[in-house]
């Protein structure tokens, strides 16, 4: 099956900077890129998703790139604000319902 | 609109119990999803509803698990014999149709404790 394995596990960094996530994918079937984030004691909620015929996506200060070849992508949070602290979960799909997740990073933003 | 509940919200048993979780998905959502979510770690993939009928139960551990969606819309978790190991947090999620990887919107949780 899918194995998603994603990278740091945990993350610190001062308010205003930018914050990477990056996770690797073993099927290359897999089409759709999810990224959920989930405070503490929380749901996990949907912030963005890619498919595998978009390189790139925005939306505000949260991006997300796909590299096929490589097949791994990343989560970008710019200009990072005290309320981004979470755990953020990547995810694949080959098959548009069964998602397989990644271990989580923990993002702390310092004031 | 009101999102996926889940109840109840935490369940502790003992070792050998039976037990039910009950998802109440987004309404006129067809996709039911449920996942297992341990300390630490990110979401587990157990069973998929499209509709009434499990389209696919592959991520259940064992044939102690069982998913039920008798009307397409609530959908209840039975565990049985529940071991320690059992013990997570049990994630349902929802989206308006199935294989079209619509957003999948979770609930809060069920947190059990097998003692």
């Known amino acids: 099956g899918e194995n998603v394995e994603q990278h740091p596990s945990t993350l610190s960094v001062q308010e205003g900077d930018s914050a990477v996530i990056k996770c690797t994918y073993s099927?290359?079937?897999?089409?759709?890129f999810p990224w959920y984030k989930q405070e503490l004691g929380k749901r996990p909620q949907l912030i963005i998703d890619i498919r595998s015929n978009v390189g790139e996506k925005k939306d505000q200060r949260i991006a997300v790139t796909l590299n096929k070849t490589a097949k791994h992508f990343s989560l970008h949070i710019t200009e990072t604000q005290p309320e981004d602290s979470a755990v953020y979960f990547c995810?694949?799909?080959?098959?548009?319902?069964?998602?397989?997740f990644g271990a989580g990073t923990t993002v702390t933003v310092r004031a | 609109g009101a999102g996926v509940s889940q109840t109840p919200s935490n369940k502790v048993t003992e070792k050998g119990k039976y037990v039910e979780l009950r998802c109440d998905p987004i309404?006129?959502?067809?996709?039911l999803y449920w996942y297992r979510q341990s300390l630490g770690q990110g979401p587990e993939f157990l069973i998929y509803f499209q509709g009434t009928g499990a389209a696919d139960d592959s991520g259940l551990p064992n044939d102690r698990f069982f998913a039920v969606r008798p009307e397409g819309s609530v959908s209840t978790l039975k565990i049985q014999r529940t071991e320690r190991g059992d013990s997570a947090v049990y994630l349902c999620?929802?989206?308006?149709?199935?294989?079209?990887?619509?957003?999948?919107?979770f609930g809060p949780g069920t947190r059990l404790t097998v003692l």
């Open positions: 999620a929802s989206s308006l149709q199935a294989g079209a990887a619509d957003t999948q919107y």
């Open positions: 309404s006129g959502h067809t996709a």
């Open positions: 995810a694949a799909s080959k098959n548009d319902y069964k998602l397989s």
């Open positions: 099927d290359s079937a897999s089409n759709y």
